[in-house]
């Protein structure tokens, strides 16, 4: 079965819950402490063995390329200050996968975004991973992204990944319906149907998608004859649906911690449980919380 090694990160949407920072800075950009969320995604992709990463921006496209680029000036200054330890950081980034960008020109959906992409992957199976979810996994553990790319490759089936929510906040997500099985802790679900944010009583399924996948590039036929929903808007559930009708989808709960960035809370969330691991910061943020929360 064919490797998974190309990877697409949509990075292109309004991000209007981010508003007033998004009008000039992507939310993909936004800081956890010291590293843009995007860097996070990024590396999750590189240690599943994605070697070419597509980039799809959309405004603020300059910030995201330059990131990923060289700063001259800056690493000639670190150079001749003998910050080697920061340089070599900076180059570590650089080194991570062949970053591709390219523009989204309207933000017509997250289909759209990853149709997009379809001249750069080409023929090979590939992962999308939304710039906005960060999903950290233990140094000892497989990255979301590698277990959907294991799974493919042993399958030969599209895999997306899901999360059990409650049912009250189904209609926040894409909510994936199917027949459940299991595989040692994973639930693997022969996928029959996707709803994308359903009404109250629309489904009994409680698992959500957070915006982690690994798709056959047939996926992009099924984009392309993707209608625009209410909003215009060219969904990823609908290809999704298509797929599982043809070839076939599963599903699969997976082990990691998982923050929606693009969200405030779960910004902060990220922000603050991220920095309680930081080796400059742990100590003195552990004391600053717990003095906070006496107060509260
Ligand atoms: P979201 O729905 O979270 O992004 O899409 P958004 O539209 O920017 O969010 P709000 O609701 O306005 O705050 C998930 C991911 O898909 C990308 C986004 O950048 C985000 O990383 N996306 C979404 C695109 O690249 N293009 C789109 O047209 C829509």
């Not at 599943?48 to 000036?73: N, P, Q, W």
């Not at 994936?176 to 996707?194: F, H, L, P």
């Not at 359903?198 to 004859?225: C, K, M, W």
């Not at 929606?260 to 779960?266: C, H, N, R, T, V």
Request: hydrophobic letters at 40%; glycine letters at 8%; zero cysteines.
């Amino acid at each position: 079965m064919a490797k998974v090694r190309k990877a697409v990160i949509p990075a292109a949407g309004l991000g209007t819950r981010f508003l007033p920072a998004t009008k000039t800075v992507p939310k993909e950009m936004l800081p956890i402490v010291d590293r843009p969320i995007l860097l996070h995604v990024v590396e999750e992709a590189a240690r599943a063995g994605i070697e070419d990463i597509v980039l799809v921006a959309g405004r603020g496209k300059t910030a995201i390329e330059d990131f990923f680029d060289v700063s001259y000036e800056l690493e000639d200054k670190l150079e001749r200050d003998g910050k080697h330890e920061w340089l070599n950081s900076l180059k570590q980034i650089r080194s991570m996968a062949n970053i591709i960008s390219i523009r989204q020109k309207q933000p017509l959906g997250l289909g759209h975004a990853v149709g997009a992409a379809a001249p750069v992957v080409g023929k090979e199976p590939f992962a999308v991973l939304l710039g906005d979810e960060i999903m950290i996994s233990r140094t000892d553990q497989q990255t979301v992204t590698e277990q959907l790319a294991r799974r493919f490759e042993s399958t030969g089936l599209s895999t997306v990944a899901v999360m059990e929510v409650p049912l009250e906040d189904t209609s926040k997500y894409g909510i994936v319906e199917g027949d459940v099985t299991r595989d040692g802790t994973a639930q693997i679900v022969k996928v029959k149907n996707v709803i994308e944010k359903p009404s109250q009583g629309q489904t009994t399924s409680r698992f959500a998608l957070p915006g982690r996948y690994v798709f056959d590039a047939e996926i992009f036929e099924h984009i392309r004859n993707t209608k625009p929903g209410k909003l215009g808007e060219i969904q990823l559930t609908d290809a999704m649906v298509a797929i599982a009708k043809s070839k076939g989808l599963l599903a699969t709960t997976f082990e990691a911690r998982r923050y929606d960035a693009g969200d405030k809370l779960g910004y902060l969330m990220a922000t603050i449980e991220l920095g309680l691991e930081h080796p400059e910061l742990k100590t003195s943020l552990r004391s600053y919380i717990k003095k906070l929360a006496e107060k509260l």
